[in-house]
């Protein structure tokens, strides 16, 4: 998978399974609409149009199936036929199984996803999901030679034109985003420290034109930020905040993603165990997938200002590092006494989300992390969590996720009752709460927020995104799609302001969602 070249085309031309394996993937009702002719070229003559029909008679999904045509060179895959109102009309996630599983070998290879066009986009970004980036086998080295893999839409239902340029450059920049956040969280600490990371940054400010703030080491502690500094001083490679920003002209607002980047975390001197540290690369797979997004969002076209900000830092061990009882002055002026070393994302997102109020003026902020563990207690190995001060904008990240396969559902948003869990005798608050058991996941949010202040005016959302950033080993660059839908009615793409759930297609989304949901029959 990691030398695969993915390629979305309008079509993808005639060609034998002999020649071009085949996988043909869709809803089993939708794949019945489908024309002979619209997908006889990629199949005949070694597949008729009877073994056509009657593999789509034999094929009965619970929740998905499958169908050889021929050999192994030709399959016709179904998704689930129904989903329920907190899953995706797409079915993104059994999408990325079917591709995994499913798609024939071989270096020249076609993928033909036939759905309705409301399910285009979160069904690009769950291919790409099927094809990370990242591996060091000693075998893919010895590849020089990249694969192929066509896909290629077939839409279905009233609007069923095919895609046309602006819309297919919109998923192919889409999936190399995901791609990108995914290669990021896959790549060991050995390979992706902070100096790394910065590296990353700065390749897509060079690709898109924009030079990169970047503050670190010893600057952090000088301007006041307490919190991305205490937490990397003890590692090897240099803690750093680093900002990019899109200022284009006629901007009405002001946009800033703040991401968690956490290249390993330990514990600190609360240090983990030895179940528990392997996969903490993962740990910056909110700034990896807001590196993506930028990179995708910005290249399709962005009206407002939009800046990425990237807090990094590697949670390490060492005689420098954070003590218990230590107490820190983050960015906000507000002190924290440190009571737990491995409750360390929100101390240097606290830093962020106040950058990104005091320097940048920021009307909207989103900060997005692997953040708790509990997340995958509250919300599952699926659904990011969302806390938010605006009971639109959690509506919204809800909507975002099902159009974009990014699933998201609510956290309890109630400051006045959780937020006394950080009482402390010492300091402004603790860094961790005093009982585990009393929603984790929200106080942990609100640790952020109190920052900003709960009066803050402006929109804050906070996306936890601990479990749905990996699948098993493998990172799935998950918060990319979300963060391109939930803002494209910003976004100069016709196919990003069709999936977003804000502004003037707010209804007419939610209206064909409900429609597909209510066509499925809900589980």
Same mark, same amino acid.
């Given at each position: 998978?990691?030398?695969v ?9 005639? #060609? ?10 869709g ?44 050999l ?66 000693? #075998? ?43 290669r990021?969280v ?9 100096d ?31 919190g991305?500094?205490?937490v990397?001083k ?33 514990g ?68 924290v ?14 830093d ?9 003026s ?25 806390m ?46 005093a ?40 990172? @799935? ?15 100069d ?14 209804? @007419? ?15």
């Amino acid at each position: 998978m990691a030398n695969v070249v993915l390629e979305f085309k309008a079509s993808a031309g005639d #060609s034998e399974p002999q020649n071009r394996p085949v996988l043909i993937v869709g809803q089993q009702a939708i794949l019945q609409q489908v024309n002979w002719s619209q997908i006889k070229g990629k199949l005949q003559p070694v597949v008729s149009k009877e073994t056509w029909q009657a593999a789509l008679g034999a094929l009965n999904p619970n929740p998905t199936d499958n169908c050889p045509l021929y050999l192994n060179l030709a399959t016709v895959a179904a998704l689930p036929s129904r989903v329920s109102r907190h899953n995706s009309p797409s079915s993104a996630h059994f999408l990325s199984r079917l591709v995994r599983s499913c798609l024939p070998g071989g270096n020249n290879r076609c993928i033909v996803m036939v759905c309705e066009r409301s399910d285009v986009f979160a069904s690009s970004c769950a291919i790409a999901r099927a094809f990370p980036i990242f591996s060091r086998r000693s #075998s893919s080295s010895r590849r020089s030679e990249k694969k192929h893999v066509t896909v290629e839409f077939v839409i279905v239902g009233q609007e069923n034109s095919p895609l046309d340029v602006s819309e297919l450059k919109c998923l192919s920049n889409a999936a190399d985003g995901v791609r990108l956040a995914a290669r990021i969280v896959d790549t060991p600490c050995n390979e992706m420290n902070t100096d790394h990371f910065l590296d990353e940054v700065k390749a897509v400010g060079t690709e898109l034109g924009i030079t990169p703030v970047i503050i670190r080491g010893e600057e952090l502690k000088h301007r006041g930020f307490g919190g991305i500094y205490g937490v990397g001083k003890a590692a090897e490679h240099l803690p750093a905040l680093a900002v990019l920003s899109h200022t284009p002209d006629g901007a009405t607002q002001t946009i800033a993603w703040v991401g968690k980047g956490i290249v390993y975390d330990t514990g600190g001197l609360s240090i983990k165990g030895k179940t528990t540290m392997p996969g903490m690369k993962r740990d910056c797979g909110g700034a990896a997938a807001i590196l993506g997004a930028f990179k995708a969002t910005i290249k399709q076209g962005f009206k407002d200002n939009l800046h990425a900000v990237f807090c990094l830092a590697e949670n390490a061990v060492g005689p420098t590092a954070t003590r218990p009882d230590d107490i820190h002055t983050l960015y906000s002026g507000k002190t924290v006494e440190i009571n737990n070393t491995d409750a360390e994302g929100r101390l240097v997102l606290a830093d962020g989300v106040v950058y990104a109020s005091k320097d940048l003026s920021a009307d909207i902020i989103l900060d997005m992390a692997t953040l708790t563990g509990a997340q995958g207690i509250s919300t599952g190995k699926y659904h990011a969590a969302v806390m938010t001060n605006s009971e639109q904008w959690e509506v919204a990240c809800v909507r975002a996720g099902r159009s974009s396969g990014d699933l998201a559902h609510p956290l309890v948003f109630c400051p006045e009752l959780h937020f006394s869990e950080f009482t402390s005798a010492m300091a402004d608050m603790k860094n961790s709460v005093a009982d585990r058991e009393n929603a984790q996941s929200s106080c942990a949010g609100l640790f952020i927020g109190s920052h900003l202040g709960f009066d803050w005016p402006g929109v804050w959302v906070h996306v936890d995104i601990a479990s749905p950033v990996h699948a098993g080993e493998r990172a @799935t660059g998950f918060g990319v799609a979300l963060l391109m839908a939930l803002f494209g009615q910003a976004s100069d793409d016709s196919l990003l302001n069709k999936v977003s759930p804000l502004g003037a297609a707010t209804n @007419t989304s939610e209206d064909q969602m409900e429609r597909d949901c209510k066509r499925r029959r809900l589980v």
